[in-house]
């Protein structure tokens, strides 16, 4: 199936900084694609580009095999990282004024039931908390009924419940068949929301893939934790593998579990706590960037 939005060797200068340098990227229709980096690694402004609104330095960008036009607009919801609202504006006014601008919109009291606005209809938009401002700014996205949604960082600044009330959202509009772009630098989300996603860092793609081709591709291998005092250096430096600290945590990567177990208890080392975990995305990024994503 061709991509509904396809970019080929997109790039962007600033004076002094290369932002995007040169990436491929493809949006198949109805897929949630997460693009995932670190602050500054370029996120926003290929989404920006993709979006029509800073115009690439080079590259080309291809919607239903077209080249974007002005009319690309009515058919694109967008929430920027950063939007601001009008002050002394009330909810129900802002989602009125947002749905003046297009031809056809989605009628409001759907579009209020849905991202759950009916209660702080009649606040100003100054006194929302982060969740119910995020929800309004979807709801915004939605207005004009997208087929395509670009979400840059939805729910960074958010907390943990807000955050998952908002993946509940994300989720019922996939369920439409709708395509969404969705940046963030939080794996889990990634992981929770994105049928693919596209690990970015310095401006290029690192690697791409739906998260468990990217979990299978780049490690075969779990982490077994201990407490750190069940194994103390003196200990660690006999065992044949190296134990990291981290956190207040030995830990160990290991292939092989049934082994490394073994291996443990033969050295006489206590398995009381122990944990072992699959590798996520958080550690692939590492891997990958020698970067904490977060950091
Ligand atoms: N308008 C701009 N002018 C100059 N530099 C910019 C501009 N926008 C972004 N940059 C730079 O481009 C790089 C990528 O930024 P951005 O796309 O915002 O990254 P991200 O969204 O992943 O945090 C950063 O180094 C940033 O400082
Ligand atoms: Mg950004």
């Given at each position: 199936m061709p991509a509904l939005l396809q970019a080929r060797g997109l790039s962007k200068r600033y004076p002094g900084v290369e932002a995007v340098k040169g990436i491929d990227l493809a949006l198949e229709q109805g897929v949630c694609l997460g693009l995932l980096g670190p602050n500054g690694a370029g996120k926003t402004t290929t989404v920006e580009m993709l979006e029509g609104i800073v115009t690439p330095s080079g590259g080309t960008i291809l919607y239903r095999g077209k080249a974007t036009g002005p009319g690309f607009r009515q058919e694109a919801g967008i929430m920027f990282q950063q939007t601001s609202l009008q002050d002394y504006i009330r909810v129900e006014e802002a989602l009125r004024l947002f749905a003046s601008f297009y031809r056809r919109t989605r009628p409001l009291e759907e579009l209020i039931r849905r991202c759950a606005l009916e209660e702080f209809?009649?606040?100003?938009?100054?006194?929302?908390s982060g969740g119910q401002r995020q929800r309004l700014l979807l709801a915004i996205a939605l207005v004009n009924d997208p087929e395509i949604l670009f979400l840059d960082e939805?729910?960074?600044?958010?907390?943990p419940q807000s955050r998952r009330n908002f993946w509940d959202l994300i989720d019922s509009i996939k369920g439409e068949g709708k395509t969404v772009l969705l940046t963030t630098h939080y794996m889990e989300e990634a992981h929770a929301l994105c049928d693919r996603v596209a690990i970015m860092d310095h401006g290029r793609i690192v690697t791409a893939g739906t998260p468990r081709e990217l979990l299978r591709r780049h490690f075969d291998s779990a982490v077994i934790t201990l407490p750190q005092q069940q194994l103390p250096p003196s200990l660690a430096d006999r065992l044949p593998f190296p134990v990291h600290r981290v956190e207040g945590q030995a830990e160990i990567l290991s292939d092989d579990l049934d082994r490394d177990l073994r291996l443990l208890l033969d050295h006489?080392?206590?398995?009381?706590h122990l944990q072992v975990r699959s590798r996520t995305l958080e550690d692939l990024f590492l891997e990958l960037t020698g970067r904490q994503l977060r950091g």
């Open positions: 209809l009649r606040r100003d938009v100054r006194h929302l939805p729910t960074t600044g958010l907390d006489g080392v206590s398995l009381h």
